[in-house]
Structures are given as C-alpha cells and as structure tokens.
T-cell receptor, first 115, second 114 residues
Framework: DAGVIQSPRHEVTEMGQEVTLRCKLI?????LFWYRQTMMRGLELLIY????????DSGMPEDRFSAKMPNASFSTLKIQPSEPRDSAVYFC?????????????FGDGTRLSIL | AQSVTQPDIHITVSEGASLELRCNYS??????LFWYVQSPGQGLQLLLK??????LVQGIKGFEAEFKRSQSSFNLRKPSVHWSDAAEYFC????????????FGAGTILRVKS
C-alpha cells in the first residue's frame, strides 16, 4: 500500500505569495494531522482532522494559515500571504482515528522556503 | 501539562556499541508511547509503540524500549548500533482526551562513528 503522499517536496517562493501544500492520506485512514518542523521549535502540531472535521486547530499560527479536507482522502494546507518566518518543513500524517493506540504514518514532508 | 522530555540533544556512539536514548513523560494516566526515527530529508517512521502489557516492547531495526512506570520513562535501546542508525529519534505520548493527538519530545540526534 502507498504511504502518505505529500506534494510538492520542495517549494521556494517569494513572500506575499500564496502557498498550497497537499497531502493524500493512506487508504482507510480517517485522521489527518499537519505538523511543522523547524530547528528552533521542533515538531509542532498545527491542526488535525477526524472524519474530515477539524478537531483541534490551536496550533495554527495565525489567520494566514488554513487547512481543509475536501474529501476523505485528501487535504490542503494553505498559507496566504506567505512570510519568511513560515519557512520550515511541513509534514502531514494519517492514522485510524478515534482509536488512541493507532500510530500516525508520516509523509516525507514539504520543504518550504519563503524568500 | 502533559509533556515529553528527551534530555540528550546529541549522542555519539561507536559502530557496534550499545545505545540507550532516554525519554521521560509527564502524564497522569497510563500513556500510549511511541518512538519514531527521522532520517535526513525524510518523514518520521514508527520504530515501536507501547500501550499495555509487557513493559519491554520490540520494534523494527533491532530496537527495543522498556516502559518503567515508577520512573515515568520509556527508554529506547539497541544492543549493537549500525552506521545506518544515524538519524534523529523522537519519543512521543498520546493525549487520550484528544483522540490520538501526539506530543513529541524535542528529539535526540544520534551520530555513529566508525
């Protein structure tokens, strides 16, 4: 089975531009997590969904960030407008939600650089 | 507040030597605990997990971890390290009240010298 698929793997853009990161969940999984990883702050949970519904978005930095699940197998994380401090590696992960002991499976991440 | 502490930011071991990476958690109930590994440029891969039962759990790549309730610890071990084990290792605990929301430790970077 395919794992979690993220695209693009790398994104370089100028500040002020809109950035859209994409994630395809593992088939059958119904929980989706977006993380951001930086040297300074480590791995931070931004938002997570269960059955397409956002459960906890307390980690979303500000209104410039938004995440959606247009269907059960796909999610987007959008930053508009982007700023240099948004530069980081963004990971999504999926799991069988509602069962606490099910591990999360991570994608390979999107390395985002805002110039 | 629930938290996970990995006291060692960097560890260097010789190839073939044994390894122990430390993890302490702060959580009221019996936790669900995980160890993940991240190689450069890649996502996190699950090494092993503990939910209940036998406190010594086996994982992939020859790793094991032992849950010690009295010490609030879940240390990762490997008897003989290989150069390919060089990576960053993350301990994590599940927050039950938020479904399976994970709280990660800060990570330990493992360097292996030949």
């Amino acid at each position: 089975d395919a794992g979690v698929i993220q695209s693009p793997r790398h994104e370089v853009t100028e500040m002020g531009q809109e950035v859209t990161l994409r994630c395809k969940l593992i088939s059958g999984h119904n929980s989706l997590f977006w993380y951001r990883q930086t040297m300074m702050r480590g791995l931070e949970l931004l938002i997570y969904f269960n059955n397409n519904v956002p459960i906890d978005d307390s980690g979303m930095p500000e209104d410039r960030f938004s995440a959606k699940m247009p269907n059960a197998s796909f999610s987007t994380l959008k930053i508009q407008p982007s700023e240099p401090r948004d530069s980081a590696v963004y990971f999504c992960a999926s799991s069988l939600g509602g069962v606490s002991n099910q591990p999360q499976h991570f994608g390979d991440g999107t390395r985002l650089s805002i110039l | 507040a629930q938290s996970v502490t990995q006291p060692d930011i960097h560890i260097t071991v010789s190839e073939g030597a044994s390894l122990e990476l430390r993890c302490n958690y702060s959580y009221g109930a019996t936790p669900y605990l995980f160890w993940y590994v991240q190689s450069p440029g890649q996502g996190l891969q699950l090494l092993l997990k503990y939910f209940s039962g036998d406190t010594l759990v086996q994982g992939i790549k020859g790793f094991e971890a032992e849950f010690k309730r009295s010490q609030s610890s879940f240390n990762l071990r490997k008897p003989s390290v290989h150069w390919s084990d060089a990576a960053e290792y993350f301990c994590a605990v599940v927050l039950m009240e938020y479904g399976n929301k994970l709280v990660f430790g800060a990570g330990t970077i493992l360097r292996v010298k030949s």
